[in-house]
């Protein structure tokens, strides 16, 4: 069964400080995975998609990694703000349907001053 | 910058009712679909549609489910003989093409209620 596996399921961290979520999945046929940013009551946000033959990507302070091998991925914040605070989603698109997205269950991020 | 709208923000409907969730996906924008999130737990696909039909659905979409596009710019999804257990946030999402990197773009989100 198509899965989505997320670490922590929540997070508090100061105001400047550094974190990394978690992500691994058994989805197959794999297309892509996505993280997501989603506030309280809206609707998920795309921060980056990344395919199998990418290892990294950044969007700002955002810095995804991927180890198709091994089926992980991971988002890392750098210098975080309180309008981090959000849940973050991992997202894997499954081959061959028309963007059937499977969703992790988000890690819940507080950032604090 | 074009974003997919969805109305009602939050329905409130009795058990048994039938209800409409609308969305206006973004105008050049070809694949449309729906998820929802029932609260606490994951987002989970529903359908997906394109060209005036269905091109997949979970198994969550069932005979009490449907969807439409009646004009050029509205998507609705109707939930037939509402249950409690359809308490949840719709969200409608489109995205231009259907295929690898394409971004999928989600509305705000229609929380419903059913008492």
């Known amino acids: 069964k198509n899965q989505v596996e997320q670490s922590p399921q929540s997070l508090i961290i100061l105001e400047g400080k550094n974190c990394t979520l978690q992500c691994n999945y058994t989805v197959s046929p794999f297309s892509n995975l996505r993280w997501y940013k989603q506030d309280t009551g809206r609707g998920p946000v795309s921060l980056t998609i990344?395919?199998?033959?990418?290892n990294t990507k950044s969007n700002g302070r955002y810095t995804a990694t991927l180890d198709a091998d091994t089926k992980q991925s991971s988002l890392h914040i750098t210098a975080s703000q309180l309008s981090d605070s959000a849940s973050y989603i991992c997202v894997v698109r499954a081959g061959g349907g028309y963007n059937k997205l499977i969703f992790g269950a988000g890690t819940r991020l507080a950032v604090h001053p | 910058e074009p974003e997919v709208t969805q109305t009602p923000s939050h329905q409130v409907t009795q058990m048994g009712q039938e209800v409409i969730l609308r969305c206006v996906p973004i105008?050049?924008?070809?694949?449309f679909y729906w998820y929802r999130q029932i609260l606490g737990q994951k987002v989970e696909f529903l359908v997906s549609f394109y060209n005036n039909e269905i091109s997949e659905k979970s198994e969550i979409f069932d005979d009490q489910f449907s969807v439409e596009r009646p004009d050029g710019s509205n998507f609705t999804l109707k939930i037939r003989s509402t249950k409690l257990e359809d308490s949840a946030m719709y969200f409608c999402?489109?995205?231009?093409?259907?295929?690898?990197?394409?971004?999928?773009?989600f509305g705000q989100g229609t929380r419903l209620t059913v008492v």
């Open positions: 105008s050049n924008h070809l694949y």
């Open positions: 990344m395919t199998f033959s990418e």
């Open positions: 999402a489109s995205s231009p093409t259907s295929t690898g990197n394409t971004e999928a773009f």
